[in-house]
T-cell receptor
Framework: GENVEQHPSTLSVQEGDSAVIKCTYSDSASNYFPWYKQELGKRPQLIIDIRSNVGEKKDQRIAVTLNKTAKHFSLHITETQPEDSAVYFCAASRGYQKVTFGTGTKLQVIP | NAGVTQTPKFQVLKTGQSMTLQCAQDMNHEYMSWYRQDPGMGLRLIHYSVGAGITDQGEVPNGYNVSRSTTEDFPLRLLSAAPSQTSVYFC????????????FGEGSRLTVL
């Protein structure tokens, strides 16, 4: 089955700096790569996703890039704010079924 | 819309007891799934269903049963609880039409003594 590795496990940045989280996947047939944000004590919520026919997608301060050849994808957050502090999960799947998650990155934005 | 509703939010069990975690969604989602979340291990898929009457195993199915008799409900049964099943459980659903976004319930925190 699919295996998703995520790095780093923790990340501290100064407010206003950028944060980058990287993931690799094992199943070359995976074609859907979402990112979820989970605030403390809350449920995970989708923040951005990308499909295998797209190399990059941006939504305001958040962007994702996908390298299908290398089987890795990344989340970029620019101009970080304290409210960006949370745990971020990458995930991969074939279509919408059996979404496999990474182990999470705890992002701390220091004011 | 209530979205995805899970009950109970908290539960303490003794080893060997059985229980059912309830999950209901009112968004007419075809796809439903159960995950467990443990520190440092992310979200691991237990079971999933692509529609009423259809279920399949995920990554960590042992010790759990599911059924899907209606589109709305997807209960998770622990047959004989073990301390290793202490975790936070999330039910998640999606439209199943390729849009992909999972909508999560609030989670159920289970402790097995």
């Amino acid at each position: 089955g699919e295996n998703v590795e995520q790095h780093p496990s923790t990340l501290s940045v100064q407010e206003g700096d950028s944060a980058v989280i990287k993931c690799t996947y094992s199943d070359s047939a995976s074609n859907y790569f979402p990112w979820y944000k989970q605030e403390l004590g809350k449920r995970p919520q989708l923040i951005i996703d990308i499909r295998s026919n797209v190399g990059e997608k941006k939504d305001q301060r958040i962007a994702v890039t996908l390298n299908k050849t290398a089987k890795h994808f990344s989340l970029h957050i620019t101009e970080t704010q304290p409210e960006d502090s949370a745990v971020y999960f990458c995930a991969a799947s074939r279509g919408y079924q059996k979404v496999t998650f990474g182990t999470g990155t705890k992002l701390q934005v220091i004011p | 819309n209530a979205g995805v509703t899970q009950t109970p939010k908290f539960q303490v069990l003794k080893t060997g007891q059985s229980m059912t975690l309830q999950c209901a969604q009112d968004m007419n989602h075809e796809y439903m799934s159960w995950y467990r979340q443990d520190p440092g291990m992310g979200l691991r898929l237990i079971h999933y269903s692509v529609g009423a009457g259809i279920t399949d195993q995920g990554e960590v199915p042992n010790g759990y049963n599911v059924s899907r008799s209606t589109t709305e409900d997807f209960p998770l049964r622990l047959l004989s609880a073990a301390p290793s099943q202490t975790s936070v459980y999330f039910c998640a659903s999606s439209y199943g039409d390729g849009t992909g976004e999972l909508f999560f319930g609030e989670g159920s925190r289970l402790t097995v003594l």
